[in-house]
């Protein structure tokens, strides 16, 4: 999905979407069939997408990303730094419209897909970056599917204390405790097809007195 998530609240998907954008790349491509999909973004409802495709059309789930995170702007994946295009791109929305998108480069891809958001109601389907199997071998971020399973299963599990479960985090991760703190204060907007915002928080234990927005 491309956009602006917290759209989703209220504008509501008619639920072939994932499909038919995937297949309609697929023609474009001429392929009958695309032989497997895989989410472009490890983050939020876009890693969820693919696997419903996959589950849907019976083909394989690949386990990688071009991201191992969640980032706002089509370029920034590594198939992007490794020279591979975005396009052809197909994008669709819930009322059925639907297109295909060739560009000169990434940019302009996200700067023409962004408006198209925009006005499909700051959110739409794509399916973008076709690839080979060697390209999602040698650009691919792989096991990301796998690692947010993992991480799942650490937010869901039993834990002996909060500070126990954030230690397990940290270890799944392979990352590290920038901050403990409550949430005082929240901002949200949606501007541009993106979603923005202000974090204000307060330190708590370690971080006593301080803060961090």
């Known amino acids: 999905m491309m956009g602006a998530p917290s759209?989703?609240?209220?504008?509501?998907?008619?639920?072939?979407?994932?499909?038919?954008?995937?297949?309609?790349?697929?023609?474009?491509?001429?392929?009958?069939?695309?032989?497997g999909t895989f989410p472009m973004e490890a983050g939020g409802v876009n890693s969820m997408i693919p696997i419903v495709v996959a589950a849907k059309l019976g083909i394989p789930l690949v386990d990688c990303d071009g991201m191992g995170r969640a980032f706002p702007e089509l370029p920034m994946v590594t198939f992007h730094l490794n020279g591979m295009s975005a396009?052809?791109?197909?994008?669709?929305?819930?009322?059925?419209?639907?297109?295909?998108?060739?560009?000169?480069?990434?940019?302009?891809?996200?700067?023409?897909?962004?408006?198209?958001?925009?006005?499909?109601?700051?959110?739409?389907?794509?399916?973008i970056y076709p690839a080979t199997g060697k390209q999602l071998q040698d650009y691919g971020i792989h096991n990301i599917v796998t690692l947010s399973e993992e991480i799942g299963k650490v937010i869901r599990g039993t834990y002996a204390d909060e500070q126990e479960k954030r230690q397990a985090l940290v270890e799944v991760t392979d990352g590290f405790e920038l901050f403990q703190g409550k949430i005082l204060d929240v901002e949200r907007e949606v501007k541009g097809g993106f979603n923005l915002g202000r974090v204000k928080l307060s330190g708590l234990n370690s971080d006593a007195g301080s803060e961090a927005v």
């Open 87 to 127: 396009t052809p791109m197909a994008i669709t929305d819930e009322k059925g419209n639907i297109g295909i998108m060739e560009t000169i480069d990434n940019t302009w891809t996200e700067r023409l897909a962004r408006v198209q958001t925009v006005e499909m109601g700051a959110s739409a389907l794509v399916s």
């Open 7 to 35: 759209v989703a609240i209220e504008k509501f998907p008619k639920g072939d979407e994932f499909v038919r954008v995937f297949e309609k790349l697929g023609k474009y491509l001429d392929q009958e069939t695309i032989a």
